[in-house]
């Protein structure tokens, strides 16, 4: 019940903005089926889980503060944001807002990977981004050598754009002939 509540509070938190929220939805439900399907713990899982709903919340105050959002202006306002927002979720230890905060504050990071949940947002945030960015077929392959890691990150990955061995989009090789 408290993924659901998250996900109905950052709705009011980005009302009036239905790709935003369209978009928390999606990345959830990507890293809750990754981090399932990879065996995550419970706690890294539930981790994991509140990170995706949250990890984009500092969007809309970097919009208000600076006119842009770039990741890493995403990175320096979400993580207060996420906090206080968590204050109000007694299911949600201490530890487990330093974690998510700290997630939040790496999401455009891709170095330094320092856990299953962060590599497993990464991956989910990207599936959905390659989406509705309309990324090309050599920008997904080079993220996926560059980051993906998991084994259904991959596998949702090569499905989702026809990647065939060897990374080719089978995409293109089928509108080339």
Known sequence: MLNEKLIMRMCAFNKG?????QH??????????IGRLEGLDDETQK?????????????RPSEEKYGRCDGALQQQEGPAYAREMLQ???EVTEAETDRICYLIGHHHTYTGVDGDDWRILLEADFLVN???DDLDTDSIKTFRERVFR??????LL???YGLGPGGRSQRSKNQAT
């Open 24 to 33: 928390l939805t999606k990345v959830y439900e990507y890293a809750h089926t």
């Open 150 to 155: 998991t084994e259904t990150g991959m596998k």
């Open 158 to 160: 090569a499905m989702m």
């Open 17 to 21: 903005d239905p790709k935003r929220i």
């Open 88 to 90: 109000e979720f007694s």
């Open 130 to 132: 390659a989406y509705e």
């Open 47 to 59: 981790i994991l889980d509140i990170a995706a709903i949250l990890h984009d919340i500092g969007i």
